[in-house]
T-cell receptor
Framework: EAQVTQNPRYLITVTGKKLTVTCSQNMNHEYMSWYRQDPGLGLRQIYYSMNVEVTDKGDVPEGYKVSRKEKRNFPLILESPSPNQTSLYFC??????????????FGDGTRLSIL | AQTVTQSQPEMSVQEAETVTLSCTYDTSESDYYLFWYKQPPSRQMILVIRQEAYKQQNATENRFSVNFQKAAKSFSLKISDSQLGDAAMYFCAFYRGATNKLIFGTGTLLAVQP
């Protein structure tokens, strides 16, 4: 089954404790992206990766890191989480950038709470 | 900077009726792409419809259609014969290839009354 898998689905942690949210896709997609969703703000792009060689910042990259060592995985890293990073996070992938006829596939979301 | 505005935080429609969700965007570019995504209570993000800015013809997908007014920078979504399963948050999104960024509006929560 074609899917984007995020883990964990839910996480409650404390300020300053490094955490990683994993994202894996099994569709051989080139383009992957991370978003955060906050009430009243919609989804905002954190980072995106055009392919394993190209990764760039989205609109809200501060406090986050990503890596794209292999095509299928695109982990989101919070080196020193803070309460303002409490949010719902989505990973998404598509064969190419969203301009193509291939739709973006979204993961089921990760609910992070930073105390 | 590109922005996407959804001015209707909430909408309500009777089952089998038609509803239109509005979206406006701001850009100085001529080549871009627009999308409507649906997010049901399950939180999944589902692509409803997409429109290329260079195409004058409005996109249609079954009961969903758009009214794309390029000069007015407007991209509204029309849902015909509304069904209970259409109840969801709907997001308008804008993509410009030069920036490779997908920008979302703040969403419209649609309720469908039986």
């Amino acid at each position: 089954e074609a899917q984007v898998t995020q883990n964990p689905r839910y996480l409650i942690t404390v300020t300053g404790k490094k955490l990683t949210v994993t994202c894996s896709q099994n569709m051989n997609h080139e383009y992957m992206s991370w978003y955060r969703q906050d009430p009243g703000l919609g989804l905002r792009q954190i980072y995106y990766s055009m392919n394993v060689e190209v990764t760039d910042k989205g609109d809200v990259p501060e406090g986050y890191k990503v890596s794209r060592k292999e095509k299928r995985n695109f982990p989101l890293i919070l080196e020193s989480p803070s309460p303002n990073q409490t949010s719902l996070y989505f990973c998404a992938s598509s064969l190419w950038a969203p301009t193509s006829n291939q739709p973006q596939h979204f993961g089921d979301g990760t609910r992070l709470s930073i105390l | 900077a590109q922005t996407v505005t959804q001015s209707q935080p909430e909408m309500s429609v009777q089952e089998a009726e038609t509803v239109t969700l509005s979206c406006t965007y701001d850009t100085s570019e001529s080549d871009y792409y627009l999308f409507w995504y649906k997010q049901p209570p399950s939180r999944q993000m589902i692509l409803v419809i997409r429109q290329e800015a260079y195409k004058q013809q409005n996109a249609t997908e079954n009961r969903f259609s758009v009214n794309f007014q390029k000069a007015a920078k407007s991209f509204s979504l029309k849902i015909s014969d509304s069904q209970l399963g259409d109840a969801a948050m709907y997001f308008c999104a804008f993509y410009r290839g030069a920036t490779n960024k997908l920008i979302f509006g703040t969403g419209t929560l649609l309720a469908v009354q039986p």
